[in-house]
């Protein structure tokens, strides 16, 4: 009897000591694929990305003493707050005065501002649809004040004459902004990032799509940029403007938007500059990834439980059949 109940504690033990083993191994499995969708993939797919190199203008053979660059990403259309409070319900909660200030208590208020040089306007593109809005007015006199500023240090002025403050480097600025300044619609778009072909011919609407053609023409009048950063459409897109000024439409950076998320990487002087794109892990190779896992994951439980022929085991015997015959 002594006996019986040694040799069952004893296999109470083995079973215990099996199982445990068991769920470590799924434990380290599970930890181990989310370890890979939800950190490593990012690495391994961003690797390859550099930031461009800006070319340096040359004179007489002899390069020029090189320009401090400035090293940036672009990042556009995050849409971090969810369906109903970042998307479709954003263009009824348009801003006011309260969501503003917030805004600029969190993030830099200045719409303009110099680094290594290089001058930067941040435009408040919803400011711009001429509806006469209460902000309206205040964006269009704030943007006239920031094109004199800039005209001003284009050009040789005694000090004092462009205003307060330290002068702007004399740089044609970048402009940032949300959305894109006019266009018919993506139609001219290409790349892997732009927009599907079902939607390319669609024209796109004035102050919803894109800024009025008033405002984009006020915008290249006034501000006078060498380049222009924009959003809002989720695709990418690069547009001439005017006398050559060029558009880049960034795509969405979020997988609600595009399969395909990317940011872009810039190297920028104050005469020249050079754009890359980056790519995300494509949206369906993550999904695949944890659904193959979770594939093998039940296949291994089954296994477990007798319920299913060990692979190996299978493909043992079925080779040893071979074999013999």
């Given at each position: 009897m002594a006996a019986f109940q040694f040799g069952f504690g004893r296999l109470n033990f083995h079973l215990l000591k099996r199982r445990s083993f068991l769920l470590l191994k799924l434990i380290a499995f599970v930890c181990s694929v989310l370890l890979f969708c939800e950190f490593l993939i990012y690495y391994l797919v961003i690797l390859p990305c550099n930031w461009p190199e800006v070319k340096t203008p040359a004179h007489?053979?002899?390069q020029e003493t090189l320009e401090p660059v400035l090293k940036a990403m672009f990042l556009a259309d995050t849409h971090l707050l969810g369906e109903v409070r970042g998307h479709w319900l954003d263009k009824l909660r348009r801003m006011n005065r309260y969501r503003i200030k917030r805004f600029e208590k969190v993030f830099n208020p200045e719409r303009l501002f110099s680094w290594k040089g290089i001058n930067f306007v941040m435009v408040n593109s919803v400011a711009l649809e001429g509806d006469g809005c209460n902000i309206c007015s205040e964006a269009e006199a704030e943007l006239m004040d920031i094109s004199h500023k800039?005209?001003?240090s284009r050009e040789e002025q005694r000090?004092?004459?462009c205003g307060h403050g330290p002068p702007l480097p004399a740089s044609a600025p970048v402009l940032l902004q949300h959305f894109p300044l006019y266009r018919q619609s993506d139609a001219n778009?290409?790349?892997?990032?732009?927009?599907?072909p079902e939607e390319k011919g669609i024209p796109f609407?004035?102050?919803?799509?894109v800024l009025s053609r008033e405002a984009s023409q006020k915008l290249l009048w006034w501000l006078r940029p060498r380049l222009i950063l924009s959003g809002h459409t989720h695709s990418g897109c690069e547009v001439l403007h005017g006398a050559g000024v060029p558009e880049l439409s960034v795509p969405s950076f979020s997988w609600r938007n595009r399969n395909n998320p990317s940011f872009v990487m810039g190297s920028m002087t104050p005469t020249e500059y050079a754009l890359a794109k980056c790519y995300l892990p494509l949206e369906d190779t993550v999904l695949m990834t944890y659904c193959a896992a979770a594939g093998l994951l039940v296949v291994l439980m089954l296994v477990h439980l007798g319920l299913v022929a060990s692979p190996v085991l299978f493909g043992y015997k079925l080779l040893r059949k071979f074999k013999t015959v």
């Open positions: 007489g053979g002899k800039l005209n001003c000090p004092g004459q778009c290409s790349g892997e990032d732009s927009a599907p609407k004035e102050r919803y799509d």
